[in-house]
């Protein structure tokens, strides 16, 4: 059964310090999404793509955020510097497309920690 | 008020207990609605979804959805140790208008005792 892949599944890193994750969605699927859950609460979004296009980023702190999906297959999240509000499990999902009834497959999640 | 209110426990039940999950909304305009269990350390997985109102059956979990209430419902049948995770509501109105990205309830966290 084909999975979403992400990388690293866990990193420590220092405040100050750039941390970087690696997305790889379903084969076929266009549509790519970062979340970020904090413990004890609901993911959120922070970034979607539409293949290689930016379809929503309004939650995404792009002062210190980026994200990219330059062939439009699979993606990087990037965080610099980063400070300890930051730690989080930060996870990848994909769909086929946006449609009401496209079903979000969502990969294992980098759990970061800040210290 | 957020938009998705999910009591975050944590719920105890022995084996074989009958589970009842519950969400409620304020968003009118999301149409459909989604269980995704999510195991410790793991990401979420989607369990049952429905569109609009009504009940959806699937082996031993049902999930119902009152739009007129506002309110979601996931119910375990004779649930199993298995079962205990964390428990996540969803939903998403239509694509193109501006409640189309999903909305996350907190989460409930299960146990499911032997």
């Known amino acids: 059964e084909a999975e979403v892949a992400q990388s690293p599944r866990y990193k420590i890193t220092e405040k100050s310090q750039a941390v970087a994750f690696w997305c790889d969605p379903i084969s076929g699927h266009a549509t790519l999404y970062w979340y970020r859950q904090i413990l004890g609460q609901g993911p959120e979004l922070l970034v979607q793509?539409?293949?290689?296009?930016?379809?929503?980023d309004s939650q995404l702190p792009k002062d210190r955020f980026s994200a990219e999906r330059l062939k439009g297959v699979d993606s990087t999240l990037k965080i610099q510097p980063a400070e300890l509000g930051d730690s989080a499990m930060y996870l990848c999902a994909s769909s086929l497309g946006t449609g009401g009834w496209e079903t979000q497959y969502f990969g294992p999640g980098t759990r970061l920690l800040v210290l | 008020q957020k938009e998705v209110e999910q009591d975050p426990g944590p719920l105890s039940v022995p084996e074989g207990a009958i589970v009842s999950l519950n969400c409620t909304y304020s968003n009118s305009a999301f149409q459909y609605f989604m269980w995704y269990r999510q195991y410790s350390r793991k990401g979420p997985e989607l369990l049952m979804y429905?569109?609009?109102?009504g009940n959806k059956e699937d082996g031993r979990f049902t999930a119902q959805v009152d739009k007129s209430s506002k309110y979601i419902s996931l119910f375990i049948r004779d649930s199993q140790p298995s079962d205990s995770a964390t428990y996540l509501c969803?939903?998403?109105?239509?694509?193109?208008?501006?409640?189309?990205?999903?909305?996350f309830g907190k989460g409930t966290l299960l146990t499911v005792n032997p």
């Open positions: 969803a939903m998403k109105g239509d694509s193109g208008g501006s409640n189309y990205k999903l909305t």
């Open positions: 793509f539409q293949d290689e296009s930016v379809v929503d």
């Open positions: 429905t569109y609009s109102s």
